[in-house]
């Protein structure tokens, strides 16, 4: 156990700091004290409770997307659609079909098997470009869907899903803001250990062998198709989960969470961090979405132009992500310190 917070004492540390932010905000700035965040009091507080839950929903699901694409090496262009299905799965069946939460947790978790089954289907016919090409038809289709006219009284088509109604009071993001921020933080923490432990386990290390070479794990003798497609599910319902929680914190759910821009989002979050580091997920979709709302507050006519600059610099500066460059350095900057610290030894 001692071993185990030792390995995780960072994450430990940014967890504890998350929980007392808010109450750190609404003392310093809003002046309104502790029970101000209790009771749902309006200030700065409530309103960076919200930015940081945003920033909680997108890391969620782009590190499903580093499971595909920097784990395992698919390149997946409908990964939006692991996102949306959970969101509309979710919003329908308790807006529609009036189920409770145990219910409608069900419905989302066979729709996120469901759809990571048709996207493994097609796993052993295509790879590369053309498997991403394949996801992006299928995912496309889903987007045209979604806004059909046949479907206007469930999905509410071009105009979106509204008025879903959280089926707990403890996820009710606006009467109980603390409450359902501490639940997105855990879903978070939650997530982000049982993902360092699938990729730390042999599951993972052979997930990162079909991302480097494909042909010789096989030759090894593992059935790479089989996991690939526990990434896939285990993918799926992170997104699908992310979804959830997009629909509950949000008035009203669009169809473009569906389109393959929000995929790009999600991969310019994990190029941002750096893909295949997990952590970087976190780190880049907070800096992505402060980025986001800071620029178009700040400079709302050339804010897209800004945040295209920021994306080129991190290519060109920080090629592994911000994460991946640093774990790049590390040995190099462990180096210079024992040096270092050897110099100074001598002269002393």
């Known amino acids: 156990m001692t071993a185990w917070l030792r390995r995780r004492w960072m994450l430990l540390a940014v967890t504890a700091l998350a929980v007392v932010f808010p109450f750190t ?3 310093l700035i809003d002046g309104q004290g ?5 009771t749902n009091e309006k200030g700065s507080a409530l309103f960076l409770q919200g930015l940081v839950i945003e920033i909680i929903i ?3 699901y782009a590190i499903s997307y580093d499971l595909i694409l920097g784990i395992t090496g698919l390149l997946s262009f409908g990964h939006a659609m692991f996102f949306a299905v959970g969101a509309y799965t979710f919003g329908i069946v308790i807006k529609s079909f009036g189920f409770g939460l145990v219910g409608a947790i069900i419905a989302v978790v066979i729709a996120a098997i469901l759809q990571a089954l048709l996207f493994a289907v097609i796993v052993p016919r295509v790879k590369g470009i053309a498997y991403g090409l394949v996801t992006l038809g299928i995912s496309s289709m889903f987007w045209i869907v979604i806004q ?3 479907l206007q009284r469930y999905a509410g088509a071009e105009i979106g899903l509204q008025g879903v109604k959280a089926p ?3 996820l009710d993001t606006t009467s109980h803001r603390f409450v359902f921020y501490l639940v997105a933080l855990a879903t978070l923490v939650v997530v982000y250990l049982v993902y360092t432990r699938l990729v730390d386990a042999p599951l993972g290390r052979v997930l990162v062998a079909v991302r480097e070479n494909e042909e010789r794990a ?6 790479t198709f089989w996991f690939k497609l526990v990434a896939l599910v285990v993918a799926s319902l992170t997104a699908a989960f992310a979804g959830v929680l997009h629909a509950l914190h949000q008035s009203i759910i669009t169809p473009n969470i569906a389109g393959l821009g929000f995929t790009v989002t999600a991969l310019l979050i994990i190029l941002i961090g750096g893909i295949g580091t997990l952590s970087g997920a976190i780190i880049g979709a907070a800096i992505y979405k402060l980025l986001q709302y800071y620029l178009n507050k700040w400079f709302p006519g050339v804010s897209d132009l800004l945040i295209g600059i920021a994306y080129i610099a991190v290519v060109l500066y ?3 992500g911000i994460v991946g460059t640093w774990r790049a350095k590390a040995l190099d900057m462990r180096r210079g310190r024992r040096r270092l610290l050897a110099l100074v030894k001598r002269d002393t």
């Open 148 to 150: 059909s006219t046949d």
């Open 318 to 320: 920080l090629p592994y």
């Open 168 to 170: 707990a009071w403890w």
């Open 34 to 38: 502790f029970g101000a965040v209790l």
């Open 218 to 223: 096989e030759m090894l003798g593992y059935r």
């Open 25 to 27: 905000i609404s003392v």
């Open 58 to 60: 997108l890391a969620l």
